[in-house]
């Protein structure tokens, strides 16, 4: 499995490395060496491999061209070596980089194994440079589906930005839910929201989330407080706190930094409502009703939601009875906020439900591993 900015970063790899680790001898994990520690516990049968020297992900996208390619390298090398070595019967790429990786290093191989593609984030061609390796990397991809055994991607709203004519493998998808293994929600923790109605925003900080929109009603409701959590833009979060500041309302305005995974699911557990909202600024947005995982995340703590109301992901959202879609109309904000107050038990609940018997990982993953159990013994036989 190779990952190209680190597995802890993508909830739903995590995910897919538990569930393939009860059926598997072992599981290689490549990725950069981005991160100071390990937070997550791996089971027993994955093993993490890091490439090259300790390198911050912020201090990485700042670095230049030359040293990017290096990196790119070193990454293409040590993934050929660890297939090489193990001869493994699977190898999965995740995203476009690590997809070319294995296909320089495929030339070497006398054994190839099969190939599994899996896609994050549809990648914008348009926003990279001219030369950079993820433009090279998405022009690869579009190349080699011809080659792949295996695609997954989590929504299906994306199938067309991907070349699937010349695909002659398997298909599935994989929507973004969260495991069932994923922690203990601390209800109890939270405080009752007819007093106190806390919300909630996790993941990139930056435009789009409403937050402008969210932050001008607060004066209307002096018991509601909004926590933002996630990597952000210091100018971009200086502007929410001035804006905060400016409504008379900094005191009821936290912006944190982003945490571990496992000491998000806490986090999450002690608010009562979730911000989904993502405005269409691009792809990944407009497409994000199955691939956003927070939106799951908060359900699976029990939270009601609140989604920016466009068609592509009023689709998947309208059924649920804790999910409300909004305009960002003060209005709209005002009475969904009031109603989801006096009836947050009753979406609490539906919430959890709904994520218990089918928005989780294990529910959506069991087809994959079935075909894929299936194949392994075909191919033994």
Same mark, same amino acid.
């Given at each position: 499995?190779?990952?190209?900015?680190?597995?802890?970063?993508?909830?739903? $790899?995590?995910?897919?490395?538990?569930?393939?680790?009860?059926?598997?001898?072992?599981?290689?994990?490549?990725?950069?060496?981005?991160?100071?520690?390990?937070?997550?516990?791996?089971?027993?049968?994955?093993?993490?491999?890091?490439?090259?020297?300790l390198k911050g992900i912020r201090e990485?996208?700042?670095?230049?061209?030359?040293?990017?390619?290096?990196?790119?390298?070193?990454? $293409?090398?040590?993934?050929?070596?660890?297939?090489?070595?193990?001869?493994?019967?699977?190898?999965?790429?995740?995203?476009?980089?690590?997809?070319?990786?294995?296909?320089?290093?495929?030339?070497?191989?006398?054994?190839?194994?099969?190939l599994w593609y899996h896609n994050h984030?549809?990648?914008?061609?348009?926003?990279?440079?001219?030369?950079?390796?993820?433009?090279?990397?998405?022009?690869?991809?579009?190349?080699?589906?011809?080659?792949?055994?295996?695609?997954?991607?989590?929504?299906?709203?994306?199938?067309?930005?991907?070349?699937?004519?010349?695909?002659?493998?398997?298909?599935?998808?994989?929507?973004?839910?969260?495991?069932?293994?994923?922690?203990? #929600?601390?209800?109890?923790?939270?405080?009752?929201?007819?007093?106190?109605?806390?919300?909630?925003?996790?993941?990139?900080?930056?435009?789009?989330?409403?937050?402008?929109?969210?932050?001008?009603?607060?004066?209307?409701?002096?018991?509601?407080?909004?926590?933002?959590?996630?990597?952000?833009?210091?100018?971009?979060?200086?502007?929410?706190?001035?804006?905060?500041?400016?409504?008379?309302?900094?005191?009821?305005?936290?912006?944190?930094?982003?945490?571990?995974?496992?000491?998000?699911?806490?986090? $999450?557990?002690?608010?009562?409502l979730g911000i989904a909202i993502h405005?269409?600024?691009?792809?990944?947005?407009?497409?994000?009703?199955?691939?956003?995982?927070?939106?799951?995340?908060?359900?699976?703590?029990?939270?009601?939601?609140?989604?920016?109301?466009?068609?592509?992901?009023?689709?998947?959202?309208?059924?649920?009875?804790?999910?409300?879609?909004?305009?960002?109309?003060?209005?709209?904000?005002?009475?969904?906020?009031?109603?989801?107050?006096?009836?947050?038990?009753?979406?609490?609940?539906?919430?959890?439900?709904?994520?218990?018997?089918?928005?989780?990982? #294990?529910?959506?993953?069991?087809?994959?591993?079935?075909?894929?159990?299936?194949?392994?013994?075909?191919?033994?036989?």
């Amino acid at each position: 499995m190779a990952v190209y900015s680190h597995p802890e970063s993508y909830p739903p $790899t995590l995910n897919a490395i538990n569930e393939l680790s009860v059926h598997t001898d072992h599981i290689f994990i490549l990725s950069r060496n981005i991160q100071n520690k390990s937070e997550w516990n791996y089971p027993p049968q994955a093993e993490l491999i890091l490439s090259g020297p300790l390198k911050g992900i912020r201090e990485t996208e700042a670095s230049g061209f030359l040293w990017k390619i290096g990196s790119f390298l070193r990454f $293409t090398l040590d993934f050929f070596k660890i297939v090489r070595c193990n001869r493994p019967e699977w190898v999965i790429c995740y995203d476009p980089i690590p997809l070319m990786a294995y296909r320089l290093g495929s030339f070497f191989l006398s054994r190839k194994p099969r190939l599994w593609y899996h896609n994050h984030d549809v990648s914008e061609i348009s926003m990279m440079g001219r030369f950079s390796i993820g433009r090279l990397a998405v022009r690869n991809e579009q190349n080699y589906f011809n080659r792949i055994d295996l695609f997954s991607l989590p929504s299906e709203q994306r199938k067309s930005y991907f070349p699937l004519e010349k695909l002659k493998g398997q298909l599935f998808l994989i929507p973004n839910y969260p495991s069932k293994n994923r922690g203990i #929600e601390m209800k109890a923790s939270r405080p009752d929201p007819q007093k106190e109605l806390k919300l909630l925003f996790q993941g990139h900080v930056g435009e789009g989330h409403g937050f402008e929109e969210i932050i001008g009603i607060l004066p209307y409701h002096p018991d509601i407080k909004l926590t933002i959590i996630g990597t952000a833009d210091l100018k971009y979060t200086a502007g929410l706190q001035k804006l905060a500041g400016e409504r008379g309302v900094a005191n009821r305005l936290e912006i944190l930094k982003a945490v571990p995974y496992r000491e998000l699911v806490g986090i $999450t557990g002690r608010h009562h409502l979730g911000i989904a909202i993502h405005k269409p600024v691009n792809i990944m947005y407009s497409t994000g009703a199955l691939a956003s995982n927070k939106i799951y995340e908060y359900a699976a703590a029990g939270l009601p939601i609140l989604y920016f109301d466009i068609p592509a992901y009023r689709e998947y959202l309208s059924r649920f009875e804790w999910a409300f879609g909004n305009d960002l109309s003060e209005k709209a904000l005002n009475e969904q906020i009031s109603y989801i107050r006096v009836h947050f038990n009753y979406l609490s609940e539906k919430a959890l439900e709904d994520f218990r018997t089918s928005l989780n990982f #294990e529910h959506v993953f069991q087809p994959v591993m079935v075909w894929l159990l299936e194949e392994s013994d075909i191919r033994q036989n």
